[in-house]
T-cell receptor, first 112, second 116 residues
Framework: TQLLEQSPQFLSIQEGENLTVYCNSSSVFSSLQWYRQEPGEGPVLLVTVVTGGEVKKLKRLTFQFGDARKDSSLHITAAQPGDTGLYLC????????????FGKGMKLTVNP | KAGVTQTPRYLIKTRGQQVTLSCSPISGHRSVSWYQQTPGQGLQFLFEYFSETQRNKGNFPGRFSGRQFSNSRSEMNVSTLELGDSALYLCASMRVLSGQGRDEQYFGPGTRLTVT
């Protein structure tokens, strides 16, 4: 069974601070997606990383896919209250037809 | 392009009843997956339908079932509701490009089911 472990599970920080969320597995994934979910809503896709070592930037968010395609990280610079939410990573197993594997998420609270 | 839509958004049922939830995928998306999300268990995969066939299934009892229509719209049904079925039920759609593995998955807003 493929698992994705996210850490930390909870984080409460002040506005302006930086943070990094990790998503780790012993399995290789063909791609990895990051989502943000606000209470009562569905997850919103932030980014998909496909190539080992790939780095993608989305404004203050930086996503990295590990060289071996087993892990990923999300770094947020100068966090803002609007960044508050549940951050989920999801890996696509190699092969194509298998279901996505989701981590349990990291609940982020950014205090003004 | 319209996003994934789910109806109803909120539902209150009593134990023993059954419920049907509906999901309309993004136009052109052929795969629809269903998830149950609770604070304690996180996001748990129920099943995935592609071209009207179930191609992946999670570890849920037979009370949970689904189907997909020829226009890719999907429904899921839960029979004999239990208190523990209270959750946010999410639907996600995906294009599925031949020979290119899994495409990106897009979620709907969810249906909040409360069982009393």
């Amino acid at each position: 069974t493929q698992l994705l472990e996210q850490s930390p599970q909870f984080l409460s920080i002040q506005e302006g601070e930086n943070l990094t969320v990790y998503c780790n597995s012993s399995s290789v994934f063909s791609s990895l997606q990051w989502y943000r979910q606000e209470p009562g809503e569905g997850p919103v896709l932030l980014v998909t990383v496909v190539t080992g070592g790939e780095v993608k930037k989305l404004k203050r968010l930086t996503f990295q896919f590990g060289d071996a395609r087993k892990d990923s990280s999300l770094h947020i610079t100068a966090a803002q209250p609007g960044d508050t939410g549940l951050y989920l990573c999801a890996g696509a197993p190699q092969g194509g037809s298998e279901k996505l594997v989701f981590g349990k998420g990291m609940k982020l609270t950014v205090n003004p | 392009k319209a996003g994934v839509t789910q109806t109803p958004r909120y539902l209150i049922k009593t134990r023993g009843q059954q419920v049907t939830l509906s999901c309309s995928p993004i136009s052109g998306h052929r795969s629809v997956s269903w998830y149950q999300q609770t604070p304690g268990q996180g996001l748990q995969f129920l099943f995935e339908y592609f071209s009207e066939t179930q191609r992946n299934k999670g570890n849920f009892p037979g009370r949970f079932s689904g189907r997909q229509f020829s226009n890719s719209r999907s429904e899921m049904n839960v029979s004999t509701l239990e208190l523990g079925d209270s959750a946010l039920y999410l639907c996600a759609s995906m294009r599925v490009l031949s020979g290119q593995g899994r495409d990106e998955q897009y979620f709907g807003p969810g249906t909040r089911l409360t069982v009393t």
